[in-house]
């Protein structure tokens, strides 16, 4: 896994979004995957921003959701779709057949998930996908024993997943379950980019570097691409 490791949040939010803008550049109409949370949320402000001074152009792009609380919708605070909606696709002019992202209520998650996965590989596959990485190691939802070769599905959240939501939520919520793209649509992705920032990343940054691939971390499934990026910022590499 190459790493690089860049001074600050602003900086890692710009190179972040700049890959982005690269593969925009270089295939106008790329299929591309960001994950909700609060990492990517300077990679939106600096894709906006390119977009508003003409760097980039996402008319031709197409956007396809990572994941989604199970039981939360657009309405509902700290949903993936309600953060990545209301920092990012909003502030672009995009139409509603450029997007694919997961309905957390929907009755039928089999079905959605058949859904999402359609879109995915009717666009030929993800071109550049942008990750954060959980404090117990998960990439999307793809929790700690994830198999490698799942595409999108249900799974159980974690209690780390579920006890770090309230940051999101601002107040506790029974979420268990989530949906999510799987490890095997994820490596599937021509381009891999994993963003870690601030101190509290610093300890799963450093075992995700140290470990084999093992699924207990996995993160550290993502070894298995041969391109994948991880980049973070000097606090979330203080354990390096
Ligand atoms: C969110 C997602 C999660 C987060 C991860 C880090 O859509 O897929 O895997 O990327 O939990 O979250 P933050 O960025 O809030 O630290």
Same mark, same amino acid.
């Given at each position: 896994?190459?790493?690089?490791?860049?001074?600050?949040?602003?900086?890692?939010?710009?190179?972040?979004?700049?890959?982005?803008?690269?593969?925009?550049?270089?295939?106008?109409?790329?299929?591309?995957?960001?994950?909700?949370?609060?990492?990517?949320?300077?990679?939106?402000?600096?894709?906006?921003?390119?977009? $508003?001074? @003409?760097?980039?152009?996402?008319?031709?792009?197409?956007? *396809?959701? !990572? #994941? /989604?609380?199970?039981?939360?919708?657009?309405?509902?605070?700290?949903?993936?779709?309600?953060?990545?909606?209301?920092?990012?696709?909003?502030?672009?002019?995009?139409?509603?057949?450029?997007?694919?992202?997961?309905?957390?209520?929907?009755?039928?998650?089999?079905?959605?998930?058949?859904?999402?996965?359609?879109?995915?590989?009717?666009?030929?596959?993800?071109?550049?996908?942008?990750?954060?990485?959980?404090?117990?190691?998960?990439?999307?939802?793809? $929790?700690? @024993?994830?198999?490698?070769?799942?595409?999108?599905?249900? *799974?159980? !959240? #974690? /209690?780390?997943?579920?006890?770090?939501?309230?940051?999101?939520?601002?107040?506790?919520?029974?979420?268990?379950?989530?949906?999510?793209?799987?490890?095997?649509?994820?490596?599937?992705?021509?381009?891999?980019?994993?963003?870690?920032?601030?101190?509290?990343?610093?300890?799963?940054?450093?075992?995700?570097?140290?470990?084999?691939?093992?699924?207990?971390?996995?993160?550290?499934?993502?070894?298995?691409?041969?391109?994948?990026?991880?980049?973070?910022?000097?606090?979330?590499?203080?354990?390096?």
């Amino acid at each position: 896994m190459n790493i690089e490791i860049v001074e600050d949040y602003p900086a890692l939010s710009a190179s972040v979004a700049q890959r982005v803008i690269d593969t925009l550049t270089r295939k106008p109409n790329a299929l591309i995957c960001i994950a909700g949370g609060d990492t990517p949320l300077g990679v939106f402000d600096a894709l906006v921003r390119a977009s $508003e001074e @003409g760097k980039v152009d996402f008319s031709h792009a197409t956007f *396809v959701g !990572l #994941d /989604e609380w199970l039981g939360l919708g657009k309405a509902d605070k700290g949903s993936c779709r309600e953060m990545v909606w209301g920092h990012f696709f909003s502030r672009l002019t995009l139409r509603d057949e450029q997007i694919c992202f997961f309905d957390g209520l929907t009755t039928d998650p089999a079905q959605e998930c058949r859904r999402v996965d359609r879109f995915i590989s009717e666009h030929g596959g993800i071109d550049t996908i942008v990750l954060g990485i959980g404090m117990n190691g998960h990439i999307g939802f793809n $929790e700690p @024993g994830a198999a490698i070769d799942t595409e999108c599905h249900v *799974v159980d !959240l #974690d /209690e780390v997943t579920q006890s770090v939501s309230v940051k999101y939520f601002g107040q506790a919520r029974d979420v268990k379950q989530g949906i999510s793209l799987g490890m095997k649509t994820i490596l599937a992705a021509k381009s891999v980019i994993v963003m870690a920032s601030g101190e509290k990343k610093a300890a799963i940054v450093a075992r995700t570097l140290r470990s084999d691939i093992d699924a207990s971390i996995p993160a550290t499934l993502l070894k298995n691409h041969p391109q994948v990026q991880m980049l973070v910022d000097k606090p979330a590499a203080t354990l390096l």
